[in-house]
């Protein structure tokens, strides 16, 4: 997975708790992405960063939250505010946030966040 | 819209045999096109990149073409394996001119290959 872990691999949360997801890369990338994936839709944006101590919302910003502290982590806090949480988390990484044809965007294993 | 639709939803074909998969979309302004390969429960790996003026390229058994004008993608693979099971991401960036890619994807195409 292009060294970018993710853990844990499967988190069960109960309603009304907050969960943290943990996604650390050591290709000294400097943009991160947070993707949410749902059975039969696209990936979604939720959340990037194109440099260390600055982040931006996605499509889907909203119950979710971000921190951007060290360059090689990025971890998604999801909150009690997001309405429907279960999903497959994916977080990717890439070498700067430009637009270019080689900013290819590298995928962690992805994190299953199930809410009982 | 930006859209990226892609067809057929599923598809399941034996082992040995050819099958391409495609992929339309209304993604304005173009920058360029992946296509990324899934398995179960596992991170998107990109088999293949091409920008506008690019019209095939292959990877393995994998080979991808793009028509820029129709805005139509097909993925091609060839003489299919069991370790081809998975779901096929057709993935389109688009560069408004500032410093960020959007990207647009599609809802996969699953792919079982059996024996």
């Known amino acids: 997975d292009g060294g970018i872990t993710q853990s844990p691999k499967y988190l069960f949360r109960k309603e009304g708790q907050n969960v943290t997801l943990s996604c650390e890369q050591n290709?000294?990338?400097?943009?991160m992405y947070w993707y949410r994936q749902d059975p039969g839709q696209g990936l979604r944006l939720i959340y990037y960063?194109?440099?260390?101590?600055?982040?931006q919302k996605g499509d889907i910003a909203e119950g979710y939250s971000v921190s951007r502290e060290k360059k090689e982590s990025f971890p998604l806090t999801v909150t009690s505010a997001q309405k429907n949480p279960t999903a497959f988390y994916l977080c990717?990484?890439?070498?700067?946030?430009?637009?270019?044809?080689?900013?290819?965007?590298?995928f962690g294993p992805g994190t299953r966040l199930t809410v009982l | 819209k930006n859209q990226v639709e892609q067809s057929p939803q599923s598809l399941i074909i034996l082992e040995g045999k050819n099958c391409t998969l495609q992929?339309?979309?209304?993604?304005?302004?173009?920058?360029?096109l992946r296509w990324y390969k899934q398995d179960t429960g596992r991170g998107p790996v990109s088999l293949t990149i091409?920008?506008?003026?690019?019209n095939t390229k292959s990877n393995g058994r994998y080979t991808a073409t793009l028509d820029a004008d129709t805005k139509q993608s097909s993925l091609h693979i060839t003489a299919s394996q069991l370790s081809d099971s998975a779901s096929y991401i057709c993935?389109?960036?688009?560069?408004?001119?500032?410093?960020?890619?959007?990207?647009?994807f599609g809802t996969g195409t699953l792919l079982a290959v059996q024996p």
């Open positions: 990717a990484s890439s070498i700067y946030g430009g637009g270019t044809r080689n900013n290819e965007q590298f």
């Open positions: 290709l000294n990338h400097d943009a």
């Open positions: 960063s194109q440099i260390v101590n600055d982040f």
């Open positions: 992929c339309n979309y209304t993604v304005s302004p173009f920058s360029n």
């Open positions: 091409m920008t506008f003026s690019e």
């Open positions: 993935v389109v960036s688009s560069n408004y001119g500032g410093a960020t890619n959007k990207l647009i």
